[in-house]
């Protein structure tokens, strides 16, 4: 199983798939757009939520960074003027410095995410959708903001116009991405139900990604973000309505329209034609049984659409 | 005032001054020879410990970092198999990463060290002896050793045969270190009881600083480490020994001469020729008291030796 996912979401339904089948047998191809610079570290927020999901790590009331967290950096950087908008956990840091040493020694992203899954006993592979750098940046009417500025620090309150992937025309999968894709024993390839916009649309924006799933033997299915009529987190509600898209299963389905051969959409759900295959399923995910019922349900939508 | 010092005990010294004397009349020159990168943070423990001190966070149980820390941190680098010998405290972490950044965005060591002392509230002027680079070693049986190996990670324990001061030779005071010394209205330039091999010889080891000494009209005082035949604190005895020197106030006068015109000894030490001008007081410094005893006695040793 291929996934491709962004961050909280997406890493619940790779969880569920990781617990469903035999360790090793799922490949999670992770959204980097989001990825930035801050205070001189190399941050990877979807990366390190795959990472902190799938170690079991994870700090669950927040629903962001790792559990048994401390602030004591925070209470410190703010004494010394330091930026309080992006909140850096203690534990957390230390993921963040060992990143960038290594980078900065040379290391790939790749090898860096590999090295922290073996020690944590990660079976999943966890993959960068690129050792390149690209920058999700969001246009809006108070100018073209950065990732984290308008997803943090604005809290996705500006009105959004569009969406640039800057750097992506010249980024290359990350090793093994396209192999995992297009690999003739690979069952299927799975869009997570992340935010179309902001965390799969940088996946499909690197070349050689699109053509990937093209090329794929696997049946290449979707899982939609909407439950009764809203997004389960996040702003995909908010950005589908500034786009002008009616916030509704159909949108996901245009949006994916052409990539994908079928869409997992929740119970609640009215039915309507699609375009492509579809299967519906309760898709709310808060405990493991959650994540592994639509995991079964992605996989059983799948398995009836072998191309 | 001018105070060239290392960390704990130097600290301890500008503190009485500064409590002593008016706001902003003291100026500690301070070592960055123990200066290094760990985990791509670049680390100045000297500066660090005088900050700390002199803005009244200094852990004093420990006896280094900062006070109300926490360890979250190094919990979390070693599940990720990172290294544990220099031990990072999650506030102390905040420093490092806040003047990490600000070197790599091109500000100097010194602009750095003023901001935080500004943050701080910090009156005393704390300077580093200079923005360049300067790396001591310990040459050992065991080899040569950055001064963090051999201080931290080795604890002082291989023999030392001799002290290098890498970079010194090219390295500039730091903007105000000359001036500071030399100028007409400073009343003493004072060597703090830090350690003469490791924390005072790399400030004597940049070139013009030795000079300025010389060229002082204010007389130049060291305080020695030596209390009762033994270091308060640290390895000056252990070198003292291993280099082949008595470990008494003799042998800081020598290791001084031609650079001090006097030298204040603990009240224990035997009365004896140290070839220069002294005076004795009790010189172990536990509380503030103490602290503004040594601060007076230093001063009233050198107002009775003005060039």
């Known amino acids: 199983m291929v996934v491709l996912t962004g961050g909280v979401g997406g890493a619940k339904l790779v969880l569920g798939l990781a617990a469903m089948l035999p360790p090793g047998d799922v490949t999670a191809i992770v959204n980097t757009g989001d990825d930035f610079h801050h205070l001189g570290l190399s941050i990877s927020p979807d990366i390190d939520t795959l990472l902190y999901t799938l170690a079991g790590k994870a700090n669950r009331e927040q629903g962001w960074g790792r559990d048994d967290e401390s602030w004591t950096f925070m209470a410190a950087l703010a004494e010394l003027g330091g930026p309080s908008w992006f909140r850096l956990g203690d534990g957390d840091l230390a993921l963040h410095v060992v990143r960038t040493a290594a980078l900065a020694a040379g290391a790939t992203l790749s090898a860096v995410t590999v090295d922290v899954a073996r020690r944590w006993g990660i079976t999943t592979q966890v993959v960068p959708m690129s050792d390149d750098a690209v920058a999700t940046e969001v246009l809006t009417a108070a100018g073209t ?24 025309a010249d980024a290359r999968p990350a090793p093994g991405v396209v192999a995992a894709i297009t690999a003739a024993d690979t069952r299927a390839v799975v869009i997570a139900p992340s935010n179309p916009y902001l965390s799969v649309d940088p996946l499909l924006a690197v070349p050689g990604i699109r053509a990937a799933l093209s090329a794929a033997t ?24 500034e786009f002008g898209f009616a916030v509704d299963e159909r949108t996901i389905a245009d949006h994916y329209a052409g ?20 299967a519906a399923v309760d898709t709310l995910m808060n405990d493991l049984d959650d994540k592994i019922r639509v995991a079964h349900a992605v996989l059983a939508l799948a398995d009836g659409l072998r191309r």
Do not use: H, N
């Open 218 to 241: 696997a049946p290449v299915v979707a899982v939609s973000p909407i439950v009764d009529g809203r997004a389960v987190k996040g702003p995909t509600a908010k950005l589908m309505r």
């Open 145 to 168: 903001l950065p990732f984290q500025r308008y997803f943090v620090e604005r809290r996705c309150e500006p009105v959004a116009t569009g969406v640039v992937f800057r750097g992506a």
């Open 259 to 278: 990539v994908i051969d079928g869409l997992l959409v929740d119970a609640r759900a009215p039915a309507a034609d699609f375009g492509v295959a579809s």
